[in-house]
């Protein structure tokens, strides 16, 4: 059986039948497990009478249109959510390279697509639905899930899950997390985005309740909170730095959590020690990856360090590759929760695995003597200058023990004599200078890693998932800078 | 105006400007390159000029010749 999603679904739902299960705070309109549950059965049926098999969901679906996601797995379907905020060329060349035939499902279409009449309950929620045509699958080489890893980091790769893979991530997350049915968790996080997926899972699987609160924004945030009571969530750490000085000036905001869990870009240590004198709640930071699930976790203590994102869990292992002398290199994850494989990509896939099994995360850090894994950037946001290796994770965590400073991108700019010059794009308030940035800077950082350029701004591009869009940003103050290299 | 900026700048990374103004203040292993380009991104905050950096390589970076580029803006 693959359905074990579904099942589990079944149960929670019949035991918390009258329960909201997702609230929109948007419209405050709320849905019960009960209707959840009858919703994603007729929407079951009639995917079940199709032969496609996979669906894409470009969009954030709506409240009505969320339980088709259980549909496709009580239809054993494949369910691909993509963000709708890419330019249709873009979309369709990423839908292009998924095995077909596929139900494309979207709010305005797409050009040059058969458009199709779904049955009855389909139908009502008013989407186009489209038909791409493709070499006929079995049902036995479809994964439940598809998430498209986010452009921050490159080509985005179609991550495969199956229902059991993502069952046992998801009880991976309740268990660490100590998640019961009086959660209400906050999602402010977009489906096609694993981190929406999480906060999606952990709510269903649990029996909690899920508020639903995309677009993120600072008040819609701090609305669904107090309106709503929430207890859990799990920001990406620009959401939190954006809330960062409303809930330092009013720490009673957060007063309904139970447990915070920052994730998707590590915080840096001066912030996560503000927010942790800032409430009473429990405060983890998780390292890990769309593909590994979480690697490490770390439940931080007033008075205690906040620069090491803690231990590997249970049924996973790290370790840090290559021979540098400063012990820094790859990190490497095996885990018991890794997805399985990229869909169509088998190839690339191989490639991200070590021979023995160990995913190669693109991520740079080292363990310290007690094995608590550092994090020091991107591998492809590390550059050379002089000759040196330079972390922008480390200069980003400098800077912003700055008070001032609201958020920082450190990135290098491709120079003829240097390699490249340190460069460090922040958002800062106003009475903080550009000569107090570079003089703090030079008393916490080693001299190759000094800023030799700097650029201040007003705001940070944002993807999707809420993570600083870096290669936009770096790539537009490159092209307006005024070097010559 | 531009020879005090410059003047301030290496007051500001705490190092002595040479005496010869027109030794090269690298070439003399006076400064490192990391304290030079800090030296320099002083000067242009100082002077609220952006120094075309990969020219100014080109040649020997001496106090003339810094007060000259700044002069010329």
């Keep these: 059986m693959t359905d074990a999603i579904w099942v589990r679904f079944q149960k929670i739902a019949q035991h918390n039948a009258d329960k909201v299960a997702i609230i929109d705070p948007a419209s405050n309109k709320k849905v019960t497990y009960k209707e959840l549950e009858i919703s994603a059965k007729n929407f079951a049926d009639c995917l079940a009478r199709r032969s496609e098999g996979a669906l894409i969901f470009i969009g954030e679906p709506s409240l009505e249109a969320l339980p088709i996601l259980l549909a496709c797995a ?18 369709l060349r990423t839908v292009s390279q998924l095995p077909g035939p596929l139900i494309l499902v979207s709010s305005g279409g797409f050009p040059d697509l058969e458009i199709i009449n779904p049955e009855l309950p389909l139908r009502k929620l008013e989407l186009c ?45 309740i268990e660490l997390f100590s998640v019961t049915e009086t959660d209400i968790i906050l999602s402010p996080t977009p489906l096609h985005h694993s981190l929406g997926q999480r906060h999606f899972f952990i709510a269903m699987m649990t029996g909690a309740t899920l508020v639903k609160a995309y677009p993120f924004s600072q008040e819609t945030w701090i609305k669904a909170v107090t309106n709503y009571k929430v207890t859990f969530a799990i920001p990406v750490s620009t959401h939190l730095k954006i809330l960062q000085s409303t809930i330092l000036k009013n720490p009673a905001i957060l007063k309904s959590f139970r447990c915070i ?10 912030f996560k020690r503000a927010i942790l004198d800032s409430a009473e709640f429990e405060f983890w930071e998780i390292y890990g990856m769309s593909e590994t699930a979480c690697a490490t976790s770390v439940r931080y203590e007033k008075g205690h360090p906040t620069d090491s994102l803690g231990l590997a869990i249970q049924g996973t292992k790290i370790r840090i590759s290559g021979d540098n002398p400063d012990n820094s290199g790859e990190i490497e994850v095996l885990s018991d929760c890794i997805c399985d494989g990229y869909w169509g990509d088998p190839e690339t896939w191989s490639n991200a695995l070590t021979q023995d099994g160990y995913f190669r995360s693109g991520d740079l850090g080292r363990l310290d003597e007690k094995g608590h894994l550092i994090y020091l950037g991107r591998r492809d946001e590390s550059f050379t200058s002089a000759g040196l290796s330079v972390f922008p994770a480390e200069i980003e965590g400098i800077i912003a023990e700055l008070k001032e400073i609201i958020d920082c991108v450190a990135f290098g700019i491709p120079d003829n004599i ?41 705001e940070f591009p944002l993807l999707s998932s809420g993570k600083v869009d870096r290669r936009g940003l770096v790539e537009n103050l490159i092209k307006n800078s005024e070097i010559k290299s | 105006m531009n020879d005090q900026i410059i003047r301030n700048a290496f007051i500001s990374l705490n190092l002595n400007p040479p005496s010869d103004d027109q030794v090269c203040i690298y070439k003399s292993g006076l400064i490192d390159s990391a ?39």
């Design chain 2, 35 to 73: 304290e030079l380009m800090q030296l320099l991104l002083e000067v242009e905050m100082e002077s609220g000029k952006r120094l075309d950096l990969a020219a100014l390589m080109e040649g020997d970076i001496s106090l003339i010749r810094l007060q000259e580029i700044l002069d010329k803006f």
């Design chain 1, 74 to 91: 009580a239809a054993n379907w494949c369910f691909v959510p993509l963000s709708d905020r890419e330019p249709q060329d873009r979309l």
């Design chain 1, 129 to 173: 639905w489209q038909i791409i045509t493709g070499k006929e699958k079995s049902a036995s080489e479809l994964p439940f899930l598809v998430t498209h890893s986010s452009g921050s980091t490159g080509r985005p790769k179609a991550i495969a899950f199956s229902q059991k893979t993502k069952l046992h991530r998801t009880l991976q997350s």
């Design chain 1, 418 to 458: 240097f390699g490249n010059l340190v460069s460090l794009a922040f958002i800062a308030r106003k009475d903080l200078r550009d000569q107090d940035v570079i003089k703090y800077a030079r008393t916490k950082l080693p001299k190759h890693m000094w800023p030799v350029r700097l650029f201040r701004c007003e």
């Design chain 1, 261 to 270: 869990v920052t994730s998707s870009a590590p915080a840096e240590p001066e």
